[in-house]
């Protein structure tokens, strides 16, 4: 879901592993697996990972300035991080926390 409540425990968690376990996306994406998903990523999912995160950091570096004036304090979670190093770890740990896996039919 996109309710505030994922939005930010996603981006907490995102910072939170990525302090952690650094930049390398592999281990990144190992970590925010197995905490939000309580299992290692497969190999496809790490490969696809692989390709998402450094093209998404890339895209972010090259409008550091903007997303720098749109970012909030980075100890609440209420606005997206300005690193561009961690903008596309918070939309990875967003999409797991929108897993299948989570979804309840009534």
Do not use: C, W, Y
Request: glycine share 12%.
């Amino acid at each position: 879901a996109n309710s505030e409540l994922v939005i930010v425990q996603s981006r907490l968690l995102a910072r939170s592993l990525s302090g952690t376990v650094g930049g390398e996306p592999a281990a990144f994406t190992q970590a925010a697996f197995e905490r939000v998903l309580g299992r290692p990523a497969s190999p496809a999912e790490l490969e696809e990972a692989a390709g998402f995160l450094p093209g998404g950091e890339e895209r972010f570096r090259g409008e550091k300035e903007k997303i720098a004036a749109l970012a909030g304090d980075p100890a609440d979670g209420a606005k997206a991080s300005g690193e561009p190093s961690l903008r596309s770890p918070e939309g990875l740990v967003h999409v797991l926390m929108n897993q299948h896996d989570f979804i309840t039919v009534r």
